[in-house]
C-alpha cells in the first residue's frame, strides 16, 4: 500500500501544472519555427588551419592559415557562429610520405546548427606538396635604412654571429643563398650598443635554428671645424627677461666658403620660457643655424634666465 501511495504522488505531481508546461512547449516550438522560418542571412566565418606533417617531412608550397566558410541561415544564428571560437582543423598527414597530396574540404568541418548552412567553402580543396626538412648555413646581410642622428657619423656596424642555420622544406632552403635583417634605422641609434636582429626569413618560407645574431654599432659624434662666437640669445616670453649669459659660442661643422658668407642675423640661440610664471629657470639653449652648418657643441649649454 506505501508503494501504492507513493506513485499516486508522483502521478499527481505529473499532472500538477500539465496545461503550464504544455504551453511552455507549445510557445518553445513556435518560436524555434519563427527563427527557422525568419528570413536568411548571410555572412563568413573563418576557421584556422593546421597541417599535420611526419617529424621528418613538411609543406614546400604556401598553406593559407585559415578556411573560410560563407554561411547563410538566421541572423541569431549566424552571430551565435562568429562569436564562438572554434579549434583549428587539423589536416592529419602523419602516416604521409613525400610528395603531393591533395586535401578536400567539406561541410561538417565545422559545426553549425539546424538551420545554418554552407554555401561555399575557400579554398574547397588543398594541393600540399611535402618535402623532407633540411639544415643549411646561410650568410646574414645588415639592411641599414635611413641616416645617423644630425651631427653623428657610424663608425662600424658589425653582425655577429655572420652565419645562421636555417631549418626548411629541402627545395626552399636550397633556394636561400643569404638572409637579411629586418631594416634597421641608424637615427635611432645612439652611441655604442649592440641590439638583437629579427631576419627576414617569411618571404622564404624558412626558420630560424637557434638564437638571432646581433648587431653591434658604434656611432660617434662628427668634430667641429670652426667656432661661432657671441652668439645672441633671445628669450621666448612674454614677460620680461633677464639672462645671466649674454651670448654663447658654438662649435659647428660647415665648409670655409659657406661660413665667409654667413649672415650673423641667421645665428642665434632661443630659450623657450613661453607659458612659465615669473621667476628664475635654467634652460637648454636651441642654436638656430642657416642650411647647411651643423651644429655640434654650444657653450655653455645651459643658462639662467630671471622672468619678471
Do not use: C
Amino acid at each position: 500500500m506505501a508503494k501504492a501511495g507513493f506513485f499516486e504522488k508522483i502521478w499527481d505531481l505529473s499532472r500538477a501544472n500539465a496545461g503550464t508546461k504544455l504551453f511552455s512547449v507549445f510557445l518553445a516550438l513556435v518560436l524555434w519555427g519563427i527563427v527557422l522560418g525568419s528570413r536568411s542571412f548571410e555572412a563568413t566565418k573563418e576557421i584556422p588551419l593546421e597541417i599535420i606533417a611526419p617529424p621528418e617531412l613538411m609543406a614546400a608550397n604556401e598553406i593559407p592559415d585559415r578556411i573560410s566558410f560563407k554561411l547563410s541561415g538566421p541572423k541569431a544564428f549566424l552571430r551565435v557562429i562568429l562569436d564562438r571560437r572554434d579549434e583549428p582543423i587539423r589536416v592529419n598527414l602523419s602516416n604521409s610520405k613525400a610528395g603531393l597530396v591533395t586535401y578536400r574540404f567539406f561541410s561538417d568541418n565545422i559545426s553549425l546548427p539546424i538551420g545554418v548552412k554552407v554555401q561555399s567553402i575557400t579554398p574547397n580543396s588543398l594541393l600540399i606538396k611535402l618535402e623532407h626538412k633540411k639544415r643549411r648555413e646561410v650568410g646574414v646581410q645588415l639592411n641599414l635604412r635611413g641616416e645617423p642622428r644630425e651631427g653623428y657619423q657610424l663608425i662600424r656596424a658589425e653582425l655577429r654571429p655572420e652565419k645562421v642555420t636555417i631549418v626548411g622544406a629541402e627545395s626552399r632552403v636550397d633556394s636561400v643563398h643569404q638572409v637579411e635583417t629586418l631594416p634597421l634605422d641608424l637615427n635611432a641609434v645612439r652611441g655604442a650598443e649592440e641590439q638583437s636582429v629579427e631576419l627576414d626569413l617569411q618571404r622564404h618560407q624558412v626558420v630560424l635554428d637557434g638564437a638571432p645574431p646581433k648587431v653591434y654599432f658604434q656611432m660617434e659624434p662628427i668634430p667641429a671645424n670652426f667656432r661661432i662666437r657671441n652668439v645672441e640669445i633671445r628669450v621666448l616670453t612674454a614677460l620680461k627677461a633677464r639672462v645671466d649669459e649674454k651670448s654663447v659660442s658654438v662649435h659647428v661643422r660647415a665648409d670655409a666658403a659657406r661660413l665667409k658668407n654667413l649672415d650673423r642675423y641667421q645665428v642665434y640661440g632661443t630659450v623657450d620660457l613661453r607659458g612659465k610664471a615669473r621667476g628664475k629657470y635654467t634652460e637648454p639653449v636651441k642654436v638656430v643655424l642657416p642650411e647647411g652648418i651643423v651644429p655640434v657643441k654650444t657653450i655653455p649649454e645651459r643658462v639662467t634666465v630671471t622672468l619678471e
